[in-house]
């Protein structure tokens, strides 16, 4: 019977061959594994040192690519697209200001016509007066419908609409 934590160690193992594809299957990768454990070194393992080194280089690349020196200069493969969205953006911001004119004219013209219509029916009212009561020949002034709401405080007795007697109906 093996050693749980061989075993373990031996599963572990062979999974992170499996992820790193140096096994094709998992029972390859245990065979793989194994065979670490034991101390012997199976050919893929052999065969993925180069890999790793590869690997390594191709990190440094990147990370020079990365360093601060280069990170503020465009490529010269983006400096065409660059060039383009620059122009596109000025073309959008004379559009935005044509069309915020054109919003402001727009509201100046509303505000003027609201204006002169103000002015126009406040000038029918002072020329054109409605009768009054006492000038259309003594004619008594008719009640204000319910429905209109034109009622005066006294108009309404509260009693109408609120019964406070007693709730049963005999």
Do not use: C, W
């Not at 454990?37 to 590869?54: C, I």
């Not at 690349?61 to 465009?74: F, Q, V």
Request: net charge negative.
């Amino acid at each position: 019977m093996e050693d749980p934590f061989r075993m373990t160690k031996v599963n572990e193992l062979a999974k992170s061959l499996l992820e790193h594809g140096l096994a094709s299957s998992m029972d390859e990768a245990i065979k793989q594994a194994e065979k670490l454990v034991r101390g012997e070194t199976p050919e893929s393992v052999k065969m993925a040192e180069p890999l790793a080194q590869e690997k390594k280089e191709e990190a440094e690349k990147a990370k020079e690519e990365l360093k601060p020196e280069h990170i503020g200069s465009p490529s010269s493969e983006l400096k065409p697209e660059i060039e383009d969205l620059k122009k596109r953006m000025i073309e959008n911001e004379k559009k935005i200001n044509l069309l915020m004119n054109k919003m402001n004219e727009i509201i100046a013209e509303i505000n003027k016509i609201e204006s002169s219509g103000s002015r126009l029916s406040r000038h029918n009212q002072n020329t054109n007066p409605q009768p009054s009561a006492q000038s259309r020949g003594g004619q008594s002034e008719t009640k204000a419908n319910l429905r209109t709401g034109g009622l005066q405080p006294g108009d309404v007795k509260i009693e109408d609409y609120f019964y406070s007697g007693s709730k049963k109906k005999e």
